[in-house]
């Protein structure tokens, strides 16, 4: 089974930009689905942005579409989660996600989490 550790989370102003990775491990992860999740204090966890390892394939939350940009580095076995135009209800605990269904879900394997802050 594949193994999550995302990084690259911390404390920005609202406008500022933010990269997070998420770095896998074991040999079977090019045939999962990556998706990254976000939490926000006192609501429920949701959809962020997904790719596939094999086709150029990537799945958006109306949220972030435009601000966020979702890529993968298969040599490096690493998927980045590029935000732009961050605003302060962009703050929440980042989770980084595998699946073997589809982009869309279900995803069962997760990482520990990063927390962004964005402060106005």
């Known amino acids: 089974q594949v193994q999550l550790v995302e990084s690259g989370g911390g404390l920005v102003q609202a406008g500022d930009s933010l990269r997070l990775s998420c770095a896998t491990s074991g040999r079977t992860f090019s045939r999962y689905f990556m998706g990254w999740f976000r939490q926000a204090p006192g609501k429920e966890r949701e959809f962020v942005t997904a790719?596939?390892?094999?086709?150029?394939?990537?799945y958006y939350a109306d949220s972030v579409k435009g601000r966020f940009t979702i890529s993968r580095d298969n040599a490096k076995k690493t998927v980045y989660l590029q935000m732009d135009n961050l605003k302060v209800e962009d703050t929440a605990a980042y989770y980084c996600?595998?699946?073997?269904?589809?982009?869309?879900?279900?995803?069962?394997?997760w990482g520990q989490g990063t927390q962004v802050t964005v402060s106005s």
């Open positions: 996600a595998a699946g073997r269904v589809n982009l869309k879900g279900p995803y069962n394997v």
């Open positions: 790719i596939s390892w094999t086709t150029d394939s990537t």
